[in-house]
């Protein structure tokens, strides 16, 4: 099997050659996983902000129904009342 990548030098003993590569992998690990982190904190801000926008926009949209159904529940009475003051009218004028 070869050695790693810069893991043989003549100068270096074998076990100082090892810790230095080892050191290498190391901080090549730290970097990868820091921007894993990164990235993981990106989407967790992502998620939390589209949840954030779709209860505001449900509050507003609930609250743009209620009123319609208070205009309809207004409206029905009137109508309601309308068509009363009609028959009422209506029996007047026959008797």
Do not use: V
Not at 57 to 73: H, P, T, V, Y
């Amino acid at each position: 099997m070869i050695p790693p990548f810069g893991y043989c030098s003549g100068s270096e003993s074998g076990a100082s050659a090892l810790r230095r590569y080892q050191e290498r992998k190391l901080r090549l690990l730290s970097f990868w996983r820091d921007g894993i982190e990164r990235q993981l904190a990106a989407m967790n801000a992502a998620i939390s902000a589209l949840r954030r926008y779709q209860e505001r926009k449900l509050r507003l949209l609930s609250f743009w129904r209620d009123g319609i159904e208070r205009q309809l529940a207004a409206m029905n009475a009137a109508i309601s009342t309308l068509e009363q003051q009609m028959h009422r009218d209506q029996a007047d004028h026959q008797g």
